[in-house]
């Protein structure tokens, strides 16, 4: 943290001199002024940093094991040499510059205490900069407000309320012409549609707006690179997995030529390549890219940062997957804890990773936490968003997963009926989280003696998937092993067979000879 902060100063002493030579040589202007205007604003934003770094507090403890992560967001330096990009009112009178000045100071203290652990803190003095902004009509402080709100709320999971915060700064950003940050309010607006609220219709949308933005701007790396990465999270929630990874590692060499190869703008990357090698069936290699984002936020920003959290939740996803679900519950474990002392555990940060920890259950046979957990969930979600919304379908499928644990089939095909229903609404028939829909409601429906609805139903997944992720993914055994029971109920015995044997040589290949996962195609 010191070598951090005095290579910052550092910088900044040796951009200010630049400044005053820069007078020298060729004498004052609009634009070196906004240089130096800028370069107050980072001293400032250091000055902030470190106050609060400092505070005497109960949380002070917390604050120091996150300070790294902190410094790590300060502002660059060099980003007072872009005239285009730092912005500024070459017009505007001293005070109303000191006015810019402090009202941006109050946006790096928000930032710095959301980076410290006090999410709730910085939100609140967002909040106070974006009413002032307003007051005083100024635009864009007003723009870089409401995208540090969005970011804040991002980071709790409030998703539609950061999604209204960036439809209005890309909109106040348009009114100004400022089109360095309505390009950043529409990339921030086409990763969280696309990635976080699986929307693609309108990040589609938001994509091509901040393509022809980030191109008629120059290209810089750091803003193509992020475009890179939401163009493939979006290509992961459509289940376009050969797509996605093309982007993606678009994005990751895109960004290690920027910031180099251990720097934390490459975690969302690294995350997402993770995904799509889990979804294709290489667990192995999800697990290696997961575990390289882990140890870096690990030894950058100590136990107890959201971004652990994050990377501990994905970890125990990865052992999810590959039938360690002992391991997994106790990385989710270790996930709650932080988001629980970060947010609360009535937050949707707390709650996404909950939803986790009970489906960790059922696999265990814990079924009465389990179904206690996701009917709490679903209630919950329920409330937040309204029965109509897809996000419910989560709370839905893993309730309807416990249940069919329990042998409550005509229970759990009802919680599937309903999460089916939202899915087509919102995905259409040929996704894949619509196949898993089909998969779990046919094996309630076959449990149940409806064979012909049973068979449609697999029929419809089986071919979403084979197209989605190639004959050989490991989803594949559930259905072969869902048709292997189908075909021994109406006494298709070679034809049962010949699926079992398909079901347990994909599990096989993919968790090994000793999985448990192999018990129900045996």
């Known amino acids: 943290l010191e070598r951090r902060l005095d290579a910052y100063a550092g910088q900044w002493s040796d951009a200010w001199r630049g400044t005053c030579e ?8 609009g634009e070196l002024e906004l240089q130096r205007e800028c370069l107050v604003e980072r001293r400032r934003e250091l000055e902030v940093f470190i106050s609060a770094l400092v505070e005497v507090g109960p949380d002070s403890g917390v604050r120091i094991e996150r300070s790294l992560a902190a410094a790590e967001a300060l502002p660059a330096i060099a980003s007072c040499r872009d005239f285009a990009r730092s912005g500024g009112d070459v017009t505007a009178t001293p005070e109303q510059r000191e006015r810019t000045t402090e009202l941006a100071a109050g946006l790096s203290e928000a930032r710095t205490l959301g980076l410290l652990g006090d999410p709730a803190a910085g939100l609140a003095r967002a909040r106070l900069v974006e009413a002032e902004a307003r007051e005083l009509d100024q635009p864009r402080t007003l723009t870089r407000a409401l995208l540090q709100v969005a970011d804040l709320q991002r980071e709790a999971r409030e998703l539609d309320a950061a999604a209204e915060a960036l439809r209005e700064a890309y909109a106040t950003a348009e009114r100004s012409g400022e089109d360095w940050l309505r390009a950043e309010a529409a990339l921030n607006l086409f990763g969280l549609i696309g990635f976080d609220l699986n929307q693609p219709a309108e990040a589609r949308v938001w994509g091509q707006v901040a393509d022809a933005l980030i191109e008629r701007i120059g290209n810089p790396d750091d803003l193509r690179g992020r475009w890179w990465m939401h163009d493939g999270g979006l290509h992961v929630r459509e289940s376009e997995f050969e797509a996605a990874e093309r982007s993606l590692s678009q994005a990751l060499q895109v960004l290690e030529r920027s910031f180099g190869p251990n720097a934390p703008e490459l975690d969302g990357v690294l995350s997402r390549l993770g995904t799509v090698a889990r979804e294709r069936g290489d667990l192995q290699r999800a697990f290696d890219f997961h575990q390289r984002t882990f140890d870096r936020v690990h030894a950058a920003y100590g136990p107890d940062h959201p971004d ?5 939740a994905i970890l125990g ?3 999810y997957f590959q039938g360690n679900y002992e391991d997994a519950l106790g990385y989710t474990e270790e996930a709650l804890r932080i988001l629980a002392a970060c947010y609360g555990e009535d937050s949707p940060a707390y709650a996404m990773r909950l939803n986790n920890y009970a489906a960790t259950l059922e696999r265990l046979g814990r079924l009465d936490e389990a179904e206690a957990i996701h009917r709490k969930l ?5 409330a937040r968003y309204g029965a109509d919304d897809v996000r419910v379908s989560t709370s839905l499928e893993n309730l309807g997963l416990v249940l069919l644990s329990a042998n409550r089939f005509e229970e759990a095909a009802q919680m599937y009926e309903r999460s089916l229903t939202l899915r087509i609404a919102a995905y259409g028939l040929d996704h894949t989280s619509t196949a898993t829909t089909q998969s779990n409601l046919g094996y309630a429906r076959l449990r149940l003696g409806d064979y012909t609805r049973a068979r449609e139903l697999f029929d419809q997944a089986y071919a979403t998937w084979l197209a989605k992720l190639g004959p050989d993914h490991q989803d594949l055994a559930l259905v072969h092993g869902n048709y292997g029971e189908l075909d021994l109920a109406e006494g298709k015995l070679i034809s049962a067979r010949e699926h079992c044997e398909k079901a347990i040589a ?11 996962e192999l018990g129900y195609p045996l």
């Open 22 to 29: 820069t007078e020298r040589t060729v004498g004052r202007s």
């Open 378 to 382: 679903l209630a919950s979600n329920t």
């Open 317 to 319: 996803t990865d052992a």
């Open 506 to 516: 994909l599990i096989e290949a993919a968790l090994g000879p000793d999985s448990g």
């Open 308 to 312: 652990v959290a994050k990377a501990w």
